[in-house]
């Protein structure tokens, strides 16, 4: 990861399934369940979170902490004091969040 690398927050979505099955696997886990937040560099993805659990995996031969830090933020700014998730106006619009792995 250089400065110059784009890094793209977003929510995971059915085709992140086995990349992050793949992270999982590299950083010796289990991949995150639930509604997920990933972190990509220059398109490969690099560390996820969970929404629901907290888990979080991260790619161990990256320099991804800064990436994990970045998703604990996302996540903060998602989430209400009282726990619950905040939705805005504007995702009734989009496609639904895709609900990744069991639990």
């Known amino acids: 990861m250089t400065p110059l690398d784009p890094i793209t927050i977003r929510l995971a979505t059915v ?11 590299l950083d010796s886990a289990v991949a995150p369940a ?3 937040l990933v972190a990509e560099v220059a398109g490969a993805l690099r560390a996820a979170k969970s929404l629901d659990t907290g888990a979080s995996v991260a790619d161990p031969f990256a320099p991804t902490a800064p990436l994990v830090e970045l998703l604990e933020l996302e996540a903060a700014r998602r989430t209400r004091p009282d726990g619950r998730r905040r939705r805005r106006p504007w995702t009734s619009a989009r496609p639904a969040a895709v609900r990744l792995g069991g639990a």
């Not at 085709?15 to 696997?25: P, S």
Request: net charge negative; no cysteine; proline share 0%.
């Open 34 to 36: 639930g509604e997920v």
């Open 15 to 25: 085709r992140d399934a086995a990349d992050l099955e793949r992270l999982a696997a």
